[in-house]
Structures are given as C-alpha cells and as structure tokens.
C-alpha cells in the first residue's frame, strides 16, 4: 500500500485514509461560524428575545417580592394614616346618625333611609381612601334613591381589576352591610361594568 503526500495534514485520530476509506471530515460549527452570516433582522429578533427573556425573569422575581393581602383579609388601617382618621369619623358619623334618630315611626322610617343614605356616602369616601391608599387613582360617588348606586371611576378599569375589586372582602362586605343595590365600575371613557346586588 502506498501512501502519498497529502494535501492538508493528517490528524492522528484521522485513521480513513490509512484504511483505504474515503475521509470523513468532522465539521465542529462555531458561533464564530454562524454570527457574521446573520442580517439586522435576525439581531433584532435575537435581542428582542433576549431582552424579552430578561424583562420575565425580573418580573417574577419582582413579583414574588411584592407582598399581597390574602383576599379574605380586609383592609385595616394603620394607626395615624389618612384612612385610620376616616375610619374613625364614619364611625363618629354612624353614632350621631343613631343618635339623632327620631322616635316616631313615620318620622324614624324616612331617617333611617336619610341616615342610610349618609352612612353609604360616608362608606364611599372611605372606600376610596382605601383604594388610594393602595395606589389605584380612583374616586367614588354615589347617587339613586337614598344613595344605593355606588359609582367607581378609575381610569385604568379592566376586567381583571373589575375581577379583583369584586372578589375582595372589604369590597363584598361593605357592599352589603351598607345596602348598595347596584355598583358600576367604569374607566370614564367608554368601559362600564354594572354589578347589581
């Protein structure tokens, strides 16, 4: 068997030619081999991805940060907050509505309805005290028949914050003691969602 000069050299490994068989030559790709072939697209998609990827990864960690009320806990104040201090004059305003009440029964119907009316606005200012107090930009109104109708308007009113709202127990449990008959949930443009109870 003779061998003859070849053109590159023979590795050690490389035994197919001493064989007699056709070499085989193994192509190892490098990044170096792919990264001058791509176009600006290309790097665009692979940064987009990349930073995409990046924005996840800090968001759920961030995310696991934030601490979250349990939605059976109501919202209590803190001692000395804005809201602690309206907390405390609705209350003062329900022991006076008590106190004033008339003891006839024409007269005590119509103030109950009349002291009804003034504990749901009440209820309301604090409500939107609480949301504020949460971050959510909002403002609150009443209106109807003895102020049954609760308005929240909160310019990025969603579904999913419609969702949250609706299932925290401040919210049902105010709702409910202090005799709403409907709530509507509207973003001041366009969006309105009505819950009647």
């Not at 790709?29 to 800090?58: E, R």
């Not at 349990?70 to 804005?82: D, F, I, N, T």
């Amino acid at each position: 068997m003779a061998f003859s000069k070849p053109d590159a050299p023979v590795s050690n490994t490389d035994c197919s030619q001493a064989s007699g068989q056709p070499a085989v030559h193994k192509t190892h790709h490098q990044i170096s081999d792919w990264i001058p072939a791509m176009n600006a697209v290309q790097w665009i998609c692979v940064i987009s991805i990349l930073l995409v990827g990046v924005l996840l990864i800090g968001w759920a960690a961030f995310d696991r940060a934030t601490p979250t009320p349990k939605q059976s806990e109501a919202y209590v104040p803190e001692p000395g907050s804005a809201t602690a201090e309206q907390a405390k004059s609705l209350e003062a305003v329900r022991a006076e509505i008590r106190a004033d009440a008339p003891k006839t029964q024409k007269g005590e119907i119509a103030a109950q309805e009349k002291n009804a009316a003034a504990e749901r606005k009440a209820w309301a200012d604090l409500y939107e005290a609480v949301l504020l107090a949460q971050g959510m930009d909002v403002s609150t109104s009443v209106s109807g028949r003895n102020n049954t109708t609760l308005k929240i308007t909160y310019a990025l009113m969603s579904r999913p914050v419609v969702f949250q709202l609706r299932n925290t127990a401040d919210f049902r449990n105010g709702i409910q003691e202090n005799g709403f008959k409907k709530v509507i949930l509207t973003d001041g443009y366009s969006r309105t969602w009505t819950l009647e109870f």
